[in-house]
């Protein structure tokens, strides 16, 4: 009789999350905090002393002898060469994973710059490799917002798969009176989903069992992704469950054309409520999605059920919001638009340079002087200086003969 010895320790899968730069670390923070569980988590920064306040249990500094510790300076391009710097520091914290989670906030100088480096040593190692990133507000910086739209090209290119979260998303759901941390927890709220969810279809048994390589299947090299959690309660509980993981509220990606999905259904679940849940998905996605389905009944969660849905695939104009080009005095190589890619690149391919957008050169005008007033007062030439100046030379008008003069002046 053949005997199967099993170590949970060396058959599970090891999946490291990667904070990069200020908005990637504290993405760590949070679900540490979160006590999320069958992870390894990685802090990564420019800036010495913001890299001291991650929780992840290994941190890297990266650009040492580039940025002296002093971070990238909101430059994409100090971001990018101090990852490349410190390219072997990465690899061997990476080393062994099986999967792994790049996250940072793009417009910045860390995130933006290093993260795609991040994500392209991992993917040359062999690991599935996933982008989970956010896009900046729209009051913030146009320039900040070109930077983060070439960042996510960038890492785009160097991940399998790619979630993007646009920080306005925060704007519809939250009250008014949420505070700003609070509300940043929501965005974060999206990569532990993932994280979490992925960490339980892999790791945990059910009754229609998914494994890694079923992840692999659904997320290598599929470009930009949807993953969302829902759950339901009653009769209709797969229903409502399963609407709620397609309309994840933080997300501007739908499932629809997706060419792949994952669907994860965990509860007090019965055939009924499988089959409702796979054939919407089917109706929403087409009836040639790949359907990978997964099934664990927990009769703990009485009358109540669970279910995760990522889906891959989808089209890239979901994420490539047109932004408007800069009128900088010299010209700008970032396009105004990502145009959105037809096929996948290789993992060989080099980390694209990021350029730096010129920022607009104002041109000041003085209050309650109107432009065509300041124009008119320009063309008329300069303007004297106000001042203390020599008076010129009086001269009187009165006959010299009428002026009587005292004695004791006149001249004798």
Do not use: W
Not at 105 to 117: D, F, L, N, W
């Amino acid at each position: 009789m053949l005997e199967i010895k099993s170590n949970d320790a060396e058959s599970a899968c090891k999946i490291i999350v990667v904070g990069v730069g200020g908005a990637g670390n504290n993405a760590v923070n949070r679900m540490v905090d979160e006590n999320i569980t069958g992870v390894e988590f990685i802090g990564i920064n420019t800036d010495k002393q913001a890299l001291q306040l991650c929780k992840a249990p290994k941190l890297l500094q990266i650009g040492e002898k580039l940025t002296k510790g002093l971070g990238a300076g909101a430059k994409p391009e100090i971001g990018q060469k101090a990852a490349e710097e410190s390219s072997e520091e990465i690899s061997a914290a990476l080393k062994g994973a099986d999967m792994v989670f790049v996250t940072c906030g793009m417009g910045g100088g860390t995130g933006t710059g290093a993260a795609p480096v991040v994500a392209k040593l991992a993917k040359d190692m062999g690991i599935l490799t996933v982008g989970v990133v956010t896009k900046p507000f729209s009051f913030e910086a146009r320039v900040r917002m070109q930077n983060a739209m070439l960042g996510i090209q960038n890492i785009k290119s160097n991940v399998d798969t790619l979630i993007v979260i646009p920080n306005d998303k925060l704007l519809q759901i939250v009250d008014r009176r949420t505070t700003m941390p609070d509300a940043l927890k929501k965005a974060d709220e999206v990569l532990q989903q993932a994280v979490q969810g992925i960490t339980d279809l892999i790791n945990v048994p059910a009754v229609i069992n998914l494994d890694f390589a079923d992840v692999q299947t659904v997320m290598k090299d599929k470009g930009i992704a949807h993953i969302g959690i829902g759950t339901g309660k009653g009769d209709e509980k797969a229903s409502e469950a399963v609407k709620m993981a397609v309309e994840s509220p933080l997300l501007e990606t739908k499932i629809n054309g997706a060419s792949s999905v994952i669907i994860n259904i965990s509860g007090d679940i019965t055939l009924q409520d499988a089959s409702d849940a796979s054939e919407y998905v089917r109706q929403l996605a087409g009836n040639d999605v790949n359907i990978i389905f997964g099934a664990m009944y927990d009769e703990n969660q009485q009358e109540s059920c669970t279910i995760t849905v990522i889906a891959t695939g989808i089209d890239d104009k979901q994420i490539n919001t047109p932004v408007k080009p800069v009128a900088a005095a010299t010209a700008s190589p970032v396009s105004a638009t990502i145009a959105p890619q037809p096929q996948a690149v290789a993992a060989h391919t080099p980390v694209a340079p990021v350029t730096p957008v010129t920022p607009i050169q104002p041109t000041i005008t003085p209050i309650g002087v109107s432009s065509a007033d300041a124009s008119a007062a320009a063309a008329a030439g300069p303007r004297p200086t106000l001042g203390i100046s020599r008076p010129s030379e009086i001269k009187s008008t009165v006959e010299p003969k009428s002026l009587k003069i005292p004695d004791f002046l006149q001249r004798k």
